[in-house]
C-alpha cells in the first residue's frame, strides 16, 4: 500500500514540476532557474508544513512527503544548474542562486514547520 500511495504523490508531484519548468522557460528563456527555485522551496514549504503537524501518518507521509514532495523538488537539477552558471561564468548568479535556494529553502521548510506547528 505504502509504495502505491508514494506512486500517487508521484503522479501529482512530476507533472507539476515539469509545468513550473515549462512556465518559467517560456516566461524567462531557455536556461532559467526559477521553475527549479519554485519548486525547491515550495515542496520545502510542504515538507516542512507536514512535518510540523506532528505524528501525520506514515501513508500521508509517503503520499505528500515521499511522493509529491519527493518528485516535485530536484537537487539533481538545481546541481546541474548550479554547474552550468559556473561554466556560463556568470559566477555572481551562480553563487547567488545557490545562496538563494539555500536559504529560501530551509526559510519554507522552518516557514511550514512552525505554522503548521502552531495550528
Excluded: K, Q, W
Excluded at 515521499?66 to 546541481?79: D, K, V
Excluded at 544548474?81 to 526559510?107: H, K, P, Q, W
Amino acid at each position: 500500500m505504502t509504495v502505491l500511495l508514494v506512486v500517487l504523490g508521484a503522479a501529482l508531484g512530476a507533472p507539476l514540476r515539469l509545468l513550473a519548468e515549462r512556465v518559467a522557460v517560456a516566461r524567462r528563456g531557455r536556461g532559467s532557474v526559477l521553475g527549479t527555485l519554485t519548486v525547491n522551496v515550495a515542496g520545502s514549504l510542504v515538507l516542512g508544513a507536514l512535518l510540523g503537524a506532528g505524528d501525520a501518518p506514515a501513508g500521508v507521509v509517503a503520499l505528500v512527503g515521499t511522493g509529491f514532495c519527493g518528485t516535485l523538488t530536484t537537487f539533481s537539477t538545481f546541481g546541474a544548474d548550479v554547474v552550468r552558471l559556473v561554466e556560463e561564468r556568470v559566477d555572481g548568479r551562480a553563487c547567488a542562486y545557490l545562496a538563494g535556494t539555500l536559504v529560501l529553502g530551509l526559510g519554507a521548510a522552518a516557514a511550514g514547520y512552525v505554522a503548521a506547528a502552531a495550528v
